[in-house]
Nanobody
């Protein structure tokens, strides 16, 4: 069983930055694929970014490429999402996700592929 705890959300002005963290329990963290998704009101949950287990291949949604960076610290069982140049369109609840399987580039962005989810952290970007 894996438990994920998301943190780091908050209120920020447009153009600002935030760093989200997700800490996982379980001994297989270093080989797990970790993802971030977001869900705005009245919208479906959307893929943001993911990072596979060693060697840590990264994947990004087009909307965040060049602004967001996903990284992981296996010693701390933690994955991070550094978000820069935030816009009001980035406002959403952000969810961490995990799965022990090795993803293909097709499934890594599918919310249905992930077996474990965090509770979510609210990110609000004001204009």
């Amino acid at each position: 069983q894996v438990q994920l705890v998301d943190s780091g959300g908050g209120l920020v002005q447009a153009g600002g930055s935030l760093r989200l963290s997700c800490t996982a329990s379980g001994r297989s963290f270093s080989t797990s694929t970790m993802g971030w998704f977001r869900q705005a009101p009245r919208e479906e949950r959307q893929f943001v970014a993911a990072i596979s287990g060693n060697p840590g291949r990264t994947y990004y949604a087009d909307s965040v490429k060049g602004r967001f960076t996903i990284s992981r610290d296996n010693a701390r069982n933690t994955v991070y999402l550094q978000m820069n140049s935030l816009t009001p369109e980035d406002t959403a609840v952000y969810y961490c996700a995990a799965d022990s399987r090795v993803p293909s580039p097709v499934v890594v962005s599918s919310r249905r592929w992930y077996g474990y989810w965090g509770q979510g952290t609210q990110v609000t970007v004001s204009s």
